[in-house]
């Protein structure tokens, strides 16, 4: 029985990821403090912050739209790490826990959201 968001997989999942980022990005170079490491925790946050905004609302109708807002930043997140990637000063950092944690809850929201999307 699911009572709140923080009882969904999902959520409980990215908060791990925020938690990956968070570590991650604290290895970048400082000049990246207002660049890569804070878009990254910024899209990493959204999507909690989303699936629990979704979720409290009340409508199946507001939490697919927050699921894909969720989504979506997931989404951020992934083009985010391949830059971070591509940088010289970046490119040697461990991404893999990271990168998995996001494969996970993106497969997550998507199978969500098309259940919604098939009882709509």
Known sequence: MINSYKDLIVWQKSMELVLSIYELTNQFPKEEIYGLISQMRRAAVSIPSNIAEGRCRGTRKDYAQFLRIAYGSGAELEI??????????????????AEDLLEQVMKMLNSIINKLKATA
């Open 80 to 97: 985010q790490i391949e830059i971070a990637k591509r940088i010289s000063k970046t490119k040697d950092l461990e991404y893999k826990k």
